[in-house]
């Protein structure tokens, strides 16, 4: 099964706004409301910041937002900092009964 | 407080065999899905096998029939036994709890153990 498609990179200034995309199919991002991002520090574990497509887990900034429309899934940051510099990933669940990744987007705050 | 700590990662020619540990605390495994997911260097993550609390088990293509994943309750403890192995399992491995139940995310996650498959 193929990764799910992120962009390589997006880039953006402290304050502003910034969107990371992940694209899947109808057997995975597209079935199911059980989308997740996950963001990596270098040399550290990833961390959850959204699940179930848009949900926060306690302790993570509301600057963190996330939905969803047919088989693209959306990360949202706003009021961007330089702390939220990092790897990003999407996750789905799929019909197979198991996650996939996606190949992960490398955030800059300028 | 939940966590997950990885052992047994190191260096290991092609063709070994290699076993990872994962001992958790703060929840029983038993009761638990549970995942790893490897990182290879500089590059992003992929999962490499779950067992489920019922006892299931999922490996992608690049691993079924030479990795394996099981679960010692008395220990506490989630393993990933690895054979065969090839160049390109060299990866940093990550173990991580998995919630599931309407729902499906990874809560929690080890620090990783480095595998180095090399001659």
């Known amino acids: 099964q193929s990764a799910l498609t992120q962009p390589a990179s997006v880039s953006g200034s402290p304050g502003q706004s910034i969107t990371i995309s992940c694209t899947g199919t109808n057997s995975d991002v597209g079935g199911y409301n059980y989308v997740s991002w996950y963001q990596q520090h270098p040399g550290k574990a990833p961390k959850v910041m959204i699940y179930?497509?848009?949900k926060r887990p306690s302790g993570v900034s509301n600057r963190f937002s996330g939905s969803k429309s047919g088989n693209t899934a959306s990360l949202t940051i706003s009021g961007l900092q330089a702390e939220d510099e990092g790897d990003y990933y999407c996750t789905s669940y799929t019909s197979t009964n198991t996650p996939l990744f996606g190949g992960g987007t490398k955030l800059t705050v300028l | 407080e939940v966590q997950l700590v990885e052992s047994g990662g190191g260096l290991i020619q092609p063709g070994g065999s290699l076993r990872l540990s994962c001992a958790a605390s703060g929840f029983t495994v038993s009761g638990k899905d549970l995942s790893w997911v490897r990182q290879a260097p500089g590059k992003g993550l992929e999962w490499v096998s779950i067992i489920y609390s019922g006892g299931d088990t999922f490996f992608p293509d690049s691993v079924k029939g030479r990795f394996s994943i099981s679960r010692d309750n008395s220990k506490n403890t989630l393993y990933l036994q690895m054979n065969s192995l090839r160049a390109e399992d060299t990866a940093v491995y990550y173990c991580?709890?998995?919630?599931?139940?309407?729902?499906?995310?990874?809560?929690?996650w080890g620090q990783g153990t480095l595998v180095t498959v090399s001659s």
């Open positions: 991580a709890r998995v919630v599931t139940g309407l729902t499906y995310y990874f809560d929690y």
């Open positions: 179930d497509v848009s």
